[in-house]
């Protein structure tokens, strides 16, 4: 069992920075890639970010290749999402899940953490 805890987000002008941490309980985490997602009020959930178990893979979504930056450190059970420049449409809810794979099915989703940014 891995449970998923984010936390990190909250209030930011546009231009500014955020960093979400997802923490992980459980011995099996570092067997897990991580994937961030994000969930926009009356849009669908879209993927963000992921990071292979090893770190050696990364992968972004077009709208934020730049801007984010996915990290992890297994030591600590924590993978990171370092936001910035971010835009107004950044705001939804930033959800980290776990799972065998880089797009493979998720096995385990955090409860999300709310990013709002102002124009």
């Known amino acids: 069992q891995v449970q998923l805890v984010e936390s990190g987000g909250g209030l930011v002008q546009a231009g500014g920075s955020l960093r979400l941490s997802c923490a992980a309980s459980?011995?099996?985490?570092?067997?897990?890639?991580i994937s961030w997602f994000r969930q926009a009020p009356g849009k669908e959930r879209e993927f963000v970010a992921a990071?292979?178990?090893?770190?050696?893979?990364?992968y972004y979504a077009a709208s934020v290749k730049g801007r984010f930056t996915i990290s992890r450190d297994n030591a600590k059970n924590t993978v990171y999402l370092q936001m910035d420049s971010l835009k107004p449409e950044d705001t939804a809810v930033y959800y980290c899940a776990a799972g065998p794979g880089v797009g493979t099915a998720y096995d385990y989703w955090g409860q999300g953490t709310q990013v709002t940014v102002s124009s």
């Open positions: 459980g011995r099996t985490f570092r067997n897990y890639a």
């Open positions: 990071i292979s178990w090893s770190s050696i893979n990364t």
